[in-house]
C-alpha cells in the first residue's frame, strides 16, 4: 500500500551536481528511516545514505563529504543532493523507506523503482 516514487535522474558532466527527491505516500503512520542505495550494471547495490528519524545520517564511504540527504518531514520527502559528481557515480538510484501503516503493523522496508543518474562528458 506504500509508494516510494523518485525524481530527478538525468545525464551531468562530471564535477556537475544533481538533486534527487523520494516522496512516500500511501497508508503511513510512522517513517523510521529514508535513505538511498545504488545499483550500477553488473555491481552489487551499495548504500549511499540514509537518514533515521532522529535525524542522525550515515553515508557510503564513496560519497561522503559530496552527497547530502535532506528531508522534508511534512511531505514525506527525503532528497539525495550529489555535488562534484564522478563517472563512477553512474547507476540507478533507489529510495529506502522503513514504515509502518498503523500502530499494530510491524515496520516495513519499502523500494522505490529507481532514477537512472548517468555521469558523463
Known amino acids: 500500500q506504500v509508494h516510494l516514487v523518485e525524481s530527478g535522474g538525468g545525464l551531468v558532466q562530471p564535477g556537475g551536481s544533481l538533486r534527487l527527491s523520494c516522496t512516500a505516500s500511501?497508508?503511513?503512520?510512522?517513517?523510521?528511516?529514508m535513505g538511498w542505495y545504488r545499483q550500477a550494471p553488473g555491481k552489487q547495490r551499495e548504500l549511499v545514505a540514509i537518514?533515521?528519524?532522529?535525524?542522525?545520517?550515515e553515508y557510503g564511504d564513496s560519497v561522503k563529504g559530496r552527497f547530502t540527504i535532506p528531508r522534508d518531514n511534512a511531505k514525506n520527502t527525503v532528497y539525495l543532493q550529489m555535488d562534484n559528481l564522478k563517472p563512477e557515480d553512474t547507476a540507478v538510484y533507489y529510495c529506502?523507506?522503513?514504515?509502518?501503516?498503523?500502530?499494530?503493523?510491524?515496520?516495513?522496508?519499502?523500494w522505490g523503482k529507481g532514477t537512472l543518474v548517468t555521469v558523463s562528458s
Open positions: 537518514r533515521y528519524s532522529g535525524a542522525s545520517t
Open positions: 500511501g497508508r503511513i503512520l510512522n517513517i523510521n528511516a
Open positions: 529506502n523507506a522503513d514504515i509502518r501503516s498503523d500502530i499494530s503493523s510491524k515496520y516495513m522496508f519499502y
